[in-house]
C-alpha cells in the first residue's frame, strides 16, 4: 500500500476533560452524500485510541503541501504525549481544534465505529464544514514519504479531469 498516493489529514478529539488528541491519517474517505459521512482508521495500539473510542465527535483536517503542515504530519504520526505543544491549531466556533490555514475542515459526529483487525473504523458524519483559505494543493504521503501534486502531472495524464462519464 505505500506506493498508493494518499491524501494527508490530522484527526482531533477531545477527551472528558476537554484536551485535544489527534493522529495523522491517510485512511481517510468520502463515504456517502446523503447523509455525508466520511470514515477515518485508527489502529487500536494508538496512543489516542481510547480517546476516539469514546469521543462523540472529532475534526478532519486536510492538510496542504506546505513545509509546516508536512511538520505537523510527522509529528502527530510519532508517539510525542503532548503533540499540540509545538503550535499551529486553532479553536473552531463549534468546539473543535483544527489546523490553522488547512486545506479544508470537516468537524463530524460520529455515527458507528466498526472493528477491524488492529484497526477501528471511525464514521462520522459531517456536521460542519470550511474551506478556510482559497487555492493551495494538498499534501500526499506515498512511498514513506510527503510529495505533492502539481497541474503539469495531470496535464499530462491519460485520465480525462472532471465528471465520470
Do not use: N
Request: hydrophobic share 40%; aromatic share 6%; net charge neutral.
Amino acid at each position: 500500500m505505500a506506493r498508493f498516493p494518499s491524501g494527508v489529514a490530522i484527526v482531533t478529539a477531545h477527551d472528558q476533560q476537554g484536551r485535544p488528541h489527534g493522529f495523522t491519517a491517510s485512511s481517510l474517505c468520502s463515504l456517502s452524500l446523503d447523509p455525508p459521512l466520511l470514515l477515518v482508521c485508527l489502529a487500536t495500539s494508538a496512543r489516542c485510541y481510547p480517546v476516539f473510542a469514546r469521543s462523540p465527535q472529532f475534526a478532519v483536517s486536510m492538510l496542504r503541501d506546505e513545509h509546516e503542515h508536512t511538520e505537523l504530519a510527522r509529528r502527530f504520526a510519532g508517539k510525542s504525549p503532548d503533540k499540540f505543544a509545538g503550535g499551529g491549531f486553532v479553536p473552531t466556533p463549534h468546539g473543535g481544534t483544527v489546523v490553522a490555514g488547512a486545506l479544508a475542515v470537516v468537524e463530524c459526529a460520529v455515527r458507528r465505529r466498526v472493528g477491524a483487525g488492529d484497526h477501528v473504523i471511525i464514521l462520522g458524519e459531517a456536521e460542519h464544514v470550511a474551506l478556510p483559505e482559497p487555492g493551495g494543493r494538498p499534501a500526499v504521503y506515498v512511498d514513506r514519504g510527503f510529495g505533492s501534486l502539481c497541474d503539469a502531472d495531470l496535464a499530462r495524464s491519460d485520465t480525462p479531469r472532471g465528471p465520470t462519464p
